[in-house]
């Protein structure tokens, strides 16, 4: 069955400083994959996806990813953060052939990020 | 563009009883799916609706049900509510095909008492 594994609960960056957050996955062909941020109390805003082509995405508010097939990972960086990146956030992937996305989103537990002053 | 819109956004209801959730769909969007999201965990895959029938499920009991009107808004139904049926209840709506992406609304949140 597929997973995906964010390894860390919560992290706590000082603001302005560098931030990356890893994303594992399993699954048996090579899945679409997504970072979603929630705040508290929020539905999912999408920062990023990747279905295929150059490996490095950009996405909203300064994230990038990284996919990475050898690894099976999709790492979110953001080079400098600001204290309203304090969220949730959270990887998640999908089948690319399940005709019509039909096995819906398989998300990670998410990782908290603390921004420190 | 009008984004998911789901109501209400609170509710609690007792140990046994029914509730429906509703969203509405993104403008343009024509498929439409539920997730439970338990406090402290990530979202969790419920059903998905295309053309008004259910083209995909997780790992729910059939007590969960839904429905999807010509609109392409939807409905989320839990009959005979269990304590463990509290969470934040999110819907997402998007094209069939996953790459391009879902969009999701802001979600109802249930208790269960």
Do not use: M
């Not at chain 1, 399993?26 to 679409?32: D, L, M, Q, W």
């Not at chain 2, 609706?49 to 939807?74: D, I, K, T, V, W």
Request: hydrophobic share 30%.
């Amino acid at each position: 069955a597929q997973s995906v594994t964010q390894p860390d609960i919560h992290i706590t960056v000082s603001e302005g400083a560098s931030l990356e957050l890893r994303c594992n996955y399993s699954y048996g062909a090579t899945p679409y994959l997504f970072w979603y941020v929630q705040s508290p109390g929020q539905g999912l805003q999408l920062l990023l996806k990747y279905f295929s082509g150059d490996t490095l995405v950009q996405g909203i508010k300064g994230f990038e990813a990284e996919f990475k097939r050898s690894q099976s990972s999709f790492n979110l960086r953001k080079p400098s953060v600001h204290w309203s990146d304090a969220a949730e956030y959270f990887c998640a992937v999908v089948h690319p052939y399940s005709g019509g996305g039909a096995d819906g989103l398989t998300f990670g537990k998410g990782t908290h990020l603390i921004i420190q002053p | 563009e009008t984004g998911v819109t789901q109501s209400p956004t609170h509710l609690i209801k007792t140990r046994g009883q029914q509730v429906t959730l509703r969203c509405s769909s993104q403008s343009g969007h024509n498929t439409v799916s539920w997730y439970q999201q338990a406090l402290g965990q990530g979202p969790q895959f419920i059903f998905q609706y295309y053309r008004e029938e259910e083209n995909g499920r997780g790992n729910f009991p059939p007590r969960f049900s839904g429905l999807q009107f010509p609109n392409y808004s939807s409905e989320l139904n839990v009959n005979a509510l269990e304590l463990d049926d509290s969470a934040l209840y999110l819907c997402a709506s998007s094209f069939p095909s996953p790459n391009y992406g879902y969009t999701f609304g802001s979600g109802t949140r249930l208790t269960v008492v």
